[in-house]
Nanobody, 127 residues
């Protein structure tokens, strides 16, 4: 059974930084696509960032490009999201997700293309 556990969320002032971590209980972690999504109150869950199974390609939502960086450490079965220059509109519950399947580039961006999800970690950015 795959389990994902996020950590690193919290309260930060605008302009600050946080690093989220997502530890996975997967023996073949390197074979999985990995993504970060977020959901603000009253809004749908949205794509934030993703990284290919090889780690060679990353994808970002326009709203976070240049501020957030996704990375992974296969030896630690962990995927990270470094968030810099945080804004109040980044406030949300952040979820990591993984999936072993690949159906094309579009699969990185869509909630339905990920099979396993963490429980989420709250990020609150104050103005």
């Amino acid at each position: 059974q795959v389990q994902l556990v996020e950590s690193g969320g919290g309260l930060v002032q605008a302009g600050g930084s946080l690093r989220l971590s997502c530890a996975a209980s997967i023996r073949t972690f390197s074979r999985y696509r990995k993504g970060w999504f977020r959901q603000a109150p009253g809004k749908e869950r949205e794509f934030v960032a993703a990284i290919s199974s090889s780690g060679g390609t990353t994808y970002y939502a326009d709203s976070v490009k240049g501020r957030f960086t996704i990375s992974r450490d296969n030896a630690k079965n962990t995927v990270y999201l470094q968030m810099n220059s945080l804004k109040p509109e980044d406030t949300a519950v952040y979820y990591c997700a993984v999936d072993e399947r690949y159906t094309g580039t579009g699969s990185y961006y869509h909630v339905d293309e990920y099979e396993y999800w963490g429980q989420g970690t709250q990020v609150t950015v104050s103005s």
